[in-house]
């Protein structure tokens, strides 16, 4: 049986943890850390499940992108994170990193970027087996190949290639 790789699209899940639970969260410093609670609550879950490889990425590139510099456009309306979310992304890679697990992010690629290279690579290995990424985007489906899936961690759907 060969592995599988398991490519996380973290910053939907920090995103998700810092909106859906309260900042009564602290730190010693009594900064929220509502985010890291959720988010690493999901990273055990998943470490529970046992998984062959597990990477990470993060989006670090909300306005540095490489796309920024070819379409000026390029989501100049989102809004940035303020200083505490940006304060708990880094306690996120550092949980990631406490963990184990790799993680990944650069300032002029976002974590979809980062994600379709990680998945060629996989697929370059001798006997590299499936490759599943955990997201809510649906547009990493185009990353997908037989065996493969998209994850939606949270609402536990799985899709293959022919389910995107």
């Known amino acids: 049986m060969t592995d599988t790789l398991h490519l996380v699209d973290a910053s939907i899940y920090v995103f998700r943890a810092y909106f859906s639970l309260p900042p009564s969260f602290t730190d010693h410093r009594n900064e929220p850390v509502n985010a890291v609670h959720g ?3 999901f990273l055990l879950d998943l ?3 046992q998984p062959d490889y597990v990477a990470c990425a993060f989006d ?3 306005n ?6 070819i379409f000026p456009a390029y989501k100049a309306t989102r809004e940035l994170p303020d200083d505490n979310l940006l304060y708990q992304f880094q306690q996120c890679q550092r949980a990631t990193e406490l963990l184990g697990i790799r993680h990944y992010a ?3 690629f976002e974590a979809d970027d980062i994600i379709g290279s990680l ?3 996989w ?3 001798v006997n590299a087996g499936r490759v599943v990424i955990l997201t809510r985007d649906k547009d990493l489906g185009q990353l997908l190949e037989a065996g493969d899936e998209l994850w939606d961690f949270a609402a536990d759907t799985r899709a293959g290639p022919a389910g995107i």
């Open 47 to 49: 470490l529970e499940r």
């Open 119 to 121: 998945t060629q690579v």
């Open 106 to 108: 650069l300032p002029t």
């Open 60 to 62: 670090e590139s909300l």
């Open 64 to 69: 540095t992108c490489f796309r920024n510099g």
């Open 39 to 41: 988010y690493t609550s």
């Open 123 to 125: 697929r370059g290995l």
